[in-house]
């Protein structure tokens, strides 16, 4: 089954970093928008950031911008995302998703596919 395969997510203190990681094994990253989303509990799916194929440019949501940072490597077929600063909001379930286009920041989950099991991230004391 072609999906992609999130890591990295943990519980931390508000403050704190993590860093997320996706892959796939049956699936190319090359030459597709790469997103992350994230889906807290009674809260819909939002997005959190997109990266272009080339890796530029790149996309984030308000609410974490200045604090994360998405990079991929082609090579490896891996995107990752940084979390610094990382606030009791920013609680949720983080996943990966490759999609046709960042459509200048106004990607959408409906767009995106070859979603996997998602990696939980709590933050807090």
């Known amino acids: 089954q072609e999906q992609v395969v999130e890591s990295g997510g943990g519980k931390v203190q508000p403050g704190g970093s993590l860093r997320l990681s996706c892959t796939a094994s049956?699936?190319?990253?090359?030459?597709?928008?790469m997103a992350w989303f994230r889906q807290a509990p009674g809260k819909e799916r939002e997005g959190v950031s997109c990266?272009?194929?080339?890796?530029?440019?790149?996309y984030y949501a308000d609410s974490v911008k200045g604090r994360f940072t998405i990079s991929r490597d082609n090579a490896k077929n891996t995107v990752d995302l940084q979390m610094n600063s990382l606030k009791p909001e920013d609680t949720a379930v983080y996943y990966c998703?490759?999609?046709?286009?960042?459509?200048?920041?106004?990607?959408?989950?409906?767009?995106?596919?070859?979603w996997g099991q998602g990696t939980q991230v709590t933050v807090s004391s």
């Open positions: 990266i272009t194929w080339s890796g530029s440019p790149t």
């Open positions: 998703a490759r999609g046709p286009a960042c459509s200048g920041g106004g990607y959408s989950a409906t767009t995106f596919g070859f």
């Open positions: 049956r699936l190319t990253f090359a030459n597709y928008a």
